[in-house]
């Protein structure tokens, strides 16, 4: 993805996906960075990493607020990083014409999009797995040269003897999950 400050980027899913896309969309220096989850922890933690905006649909109007924030006209750039049909389809709605769609959400269920819109807005559509030996690589690098970035998701820090009893189960809680639970292998 090219970046540039003039341009607007949504990420539809504030946990570890997205939120590393927020540090990486930030350190190629992209303009306005909204997010998007119905998780209000998860959207501090969105702010905290330089989130231009957030936003709960549970709250409020979806549609509503990313027309107000882009002047109507939607972003350049929508990332769906859920994995859920409708989230996927939301993207639609939430990209500017000519725009592009990258869904990195691992949806294991068929989804019916309305091409015709999709056509005649010129709106691309592309996914991204990220599984090969250089992109890992890559990422290590990028994490290496500054680590603090991506503290704000690391909820909890736990001793090995405690993961299957604390940490499985608090990545599991539907209420409150955490963001990543990392463990501590020297007690």
Known sequence: VKASTDQAAIILGAGAIGLCLLAELKRRGLGKIYVIDLNDE???????????????PGIESLEKKVNELTSGTGAELVFECVGIPDTIKETVNLVRQGGSVVVLGICEIPVDLFFLGLVTREIQIRTSYGSTADEFREALSIIAADPGA???????????????????????????????????MNS
């Open 150 to 184: 991506l503290e704000p998701l690391v909820n909890k820090v736990i001793n090995l003897e405690r993961l299957v009893e604390e940490g499985f189960n608090s990545l599991l809680d539907k209420c409150c999950p955490d963001i990543k639970v990392l463990v501590k």
């Open 42 to 56: 998860r959207l501090k933690t969105a702010e905290e990493m330089g989130a231009t905006a957030t936003i709960n």
